[in-house]
């Protein structure tokens, strides 16, 4: 599964004074990288934004609410479109590796404003059964029943897939599922009024995956294999087997 040990059995090593040099050489590209991700986050906040005029309800474990009411006394909404669709035993893998970092964030996005909730398509109670299952607290509901999905390009009808392509992240293009990965912003001003300011799908939902950005600090990197589907080893968290040094590591302290 791992392409990078190949790399590592034959990596270089040198010098502290070289490796000093390398490391500070590498640093430039990085504050590069990071004044070039500043730049874009500002272009992003830059974006025109849209009203969403559509009256959305969500089935929620305290009734049926607005997207108004789901902001939580907030202005800000941060949305990750699950992938869970209706009669589905399970949520999709990659959206549940995504949703694993959102208690810890939670806590300290309500400091700056901010809600960040769960939408899925599937009825609640299919919801809740996954949820309590992953033992996670964030906030999830439904759009059942709602053209919310729809409208944001995260689901598609029958008819959409049999053209042999949906629209998504924001091309027409052949997809093998009826649900998709995103995540979607809104902000409510003073006057309750809604708007949609952003949102981003395929590879830009790695906004989520915390873990993600620390494995492309190690040698081995994500340690993915050459294949369409990157994700591939991700799996739902209580189905991974324990690795050999952590159930070492346990055994030598009980």
């Known amino acids: 599964m791992n392409t990078a040990n190949s790399e590592i059995k034959n990596h270089p090593v040198v010098s502290s004074e070289r490796w000093l040099s390398e490391r500070k050489t590498l640093l430039a590209r990085e504050k590069e990288l990071m004044r070039l991700h500043d730049q874009v986050a500002r272009e992003r906040r830059a974006l025109p934004w849209e009203r969403v005029d559509k009256d959305y309800v969500f089935d929620t474990a305290e009734g049926q609410r607005t997207l108004s009411e789901l902001f939580g006394g907030r202005r800000q909404l941060l949305v990750q479109h699950f992938m869970l669709g209706p009669g589905w035993e399970e949520g999709c893998p990659s959206c549940s590796f995504m949703a694993d970092h959102t208690d810890g964030m939670n806590v300290h996005l309500a400091q700056r404003d901010i809600t960040l909730i769960a939408i899925s398509r599937a009825p609640l109670a299919e919801i809740a059964r996954f949820?309590?299952?992953?033992?996670?607290?964030?906030?999830?509901v439904s759009s059942h029943g709602s053209d919310f999905n729809y409208d944001?390009?995260?689901?598609?009808?029958?008819?959409?897939?049999?053209?042999?392509?949906?629209?998504?992240?924001?091309?027409?293009?052949?997809?093998?599922?009826?649900?998709?990965?995103g995540v979607s912003v809104f902000y409510k001003d003073d006057a309750g009024d809604i708007f949609h300011t952003y949102s981003t799908y395929g590879r830009g939902v790695e906004v989520m995956m915390g873990a993600y950005n620390m494995m492309d600090l190690t040698p081995q990197g994500r340690g993915e294999r050459d294949v369409p589907h990157k994700m591939e080893w991700v799996r739902h968290h209580d189905r991974y087997e324990v690795a050999p040094a952590a159930a070492s590591s346990c055994c030598a302290h009980t």
């Open 152 to 181: 944001f390009k995260v689901s598609f009808t029958p008819e959409d897939r049999a053209r042999g392509e949906v629209c998504y992240n924001y091309v027409m293009q052949p997809f093998p599922h009826e649900e998709a990965p």
């Open 131 to 140: 949820r309590q299952r992953m033992g996670w607290q964030f906030r999830w």
